[in-house]
């Protein structure tokens, strides 16, 4: 069983940043991706970046030049630096996690969630 944990969400001012961290435990022989997710009230969730095992990112349009995801292979974590945060920003940001277990079973996993609130 792979959980995820996350970690770093709070209130923040306008232009203000913040960073994200999520880990993941359990029986984990690789992770393939790891991206961040994010659901406003009332609205879907939604991609907002990514990034494979070696490395590739994509970010969703909104959040191009202000958010960085980022992670750490060797301790299967990930994490998202926020910049330049704006009021439409806020949200609950999911981790997720897709890769092969030790037995060799495929997984995809969600975290808890964190909230993110900018105030204007």
């Known amino acids: 069983q792979v959980q995820l944990v996350e970690s770093g969400g709070g209130l923040v001012q306008a232009g203000g940043s913040l960073r994200l961290s999520c880990s993941a435990s359990?029986?984990?022989?690789?992770?393939?991706?790891m991206g961040w997710y994010r659901q406003a009230p009332g609205k879907q969730r939604e991609l907002v970046a990514g990034?494979?095992?070696?490395?590739?990112?994509n970010y969703a349009d909104s959040v191009k030049g202000r958010f960085t995801i980022f992670r750490d292979n060797v301790k299967n974590a990930v994490f998202l630096q926020m910049n330049s945060l704006k009021p439409e920003d806020t949200a609950v940001y999911y981790c997720?996690?897709?890769?092969?277990?030790?037995?060799?079973?495929?997984?995809?996993?969600w975290g808890q969630g964190t909230l993110v609130t900018v105030s204007s």
């Open positions: 997720n996690a897709n890769g092969v277990t030790r037995g060799h079973q495929y997984f995809g996993v």
């Open positions: 359990g029986s984990i022989l690789s992770i393939n991706v």
């Open positions: 990034i494979t095992s070696g490395g590739m990112t």
